[in-house]
């Protein structure tokens, strides 16, 4: 497979999203959703409205979201979209919590999943922004645009069903049907590439590597981030910019690097990668092609 062009700029502000978007090259047609993560109450690591307004606007799109499987202020529309209010994203476009009306189903080709369970209102949107913060995560590892398009798309039903490797679409059942962590690893990939199919690939993605802290923006009490600021990469390709934002971590020279890799090694997290490339997502392989 060809080598995958990632762009990225070290600056993180509005100006240089929309810039890094623009080097893309590639225009998101039609109703545009951007799926970000619009971060549990508590947590304050989670992209800012501020941030992104300049690029959601530009699209004139509405942002996504689901609702999560855990209990907290976003398992339930109406106090999910009250978070999404409180933490300012209303104020710079409409916010659809699109399983609000219910779900969906889509197929996987799957080794673990047979479908993946998603947001109704999915379907009326041509394309997708995937804008993830990325960082590390408690179950995953780190969390980017993959686990973005996967979690973050699927419903509450379909987070348990990909947090369980296809064991239950129970949220309650969740924590007592855990897979082998390479299953749920594995899942998340699948789902992943469920929505870029059944988007007929009109998604692009974009990594943001600002507040790396080991826990998600779905944690109500995260860790302070352990690293510096690095920038902001996109791509067309999810599984390239991922590796990339793991590459970087990698080779920096940061003090805090080595406690974000070992949230990373704890979980294995690094697996999805290969599997991900292996199944069609994306490539590993990559150029990285500095816009500053």
Not at 41 to 62: D, F, R, S
Not at 167 to 187: I, V, Y
Not at 257 to 278: S, T
Request: hydrophobic share 35%; proline share 3%.
């Amino acid at each position: 497979m060809e080598k995958a062009k990632v762009y990225f700029t070290k600056e993180i502000t509005p100006e240089s999203l929309v810039k890094v978007y623009e080097a893309l090259g590639v225009e998101l047609k039609g109703k545009v959703g951007v799926k970000i993560s619009t971060g549990e109450p508590g947590g304050h690591n989670y992209l800012k409205p501020e941030l992104i307004k300049n690029l959601v606007q530009k699209l004139n799109a509405n942002i996504i979201e689901c609702c999560t499987a855990y209990a907290g202020k976003r398992m339930n529309p109406e106090d999910h979209f009250q978070t999404v209010k409180d933490h300012g994203f209303t104020s710079i476009a409409e916010v659809d919590i699109m399983d609000a009306e219910g779900d969906f189903e889509i197929p996987v080709n799957g080794k673990h999943l047979d479908v993946n369970i998603v947001g109704n209102n999915l379907k009326n949107y041509d394309s997708i922004l995937n804008l993830a913060h990325f960082k590390g995560h408690a179950m995953g590892g780190f969390g980017g645009v993959i686990k973005n398009q996967s979690i973050g798309i699927a419903s509450t039903s379909g987070k348990a069903y990909i947090h369980t490797a296809g064991a239950t679409r129970n949220a309650s059942e969740l924590w007592d049907k855990l897979p082998k962590q390479n299953d749920f690893l594995e899942s998340m990939a699948e789902s992943a590439k469920s929505v870029a199919d059944y988007m007929k690939g009109n998604i692009l993605y974009i990594d943001v590597m600002n507040n790396l802290s080991i826990d998600c923006d779905c944690d109500s009490s995260p860790e302070d981030p352990c690293m510096k600021d690095i920038g902001i990469l996109a791509s067309v390709d999810p599984v390239a910019v991922d590796q990339a934002c793991i590459d970087l971590i990698w080779s920096s020279k940061d003090e805090g690097r080595d406690h974000f890799i070992q949230r990373v090694e704890r979980q294995n997290g690094r697996h999805i990668l290969p599997y991900a490339e292996e199944i069609g997502l994306g490539t590993r392989e990559y150029e990285l092609i500095n816009i500053d």
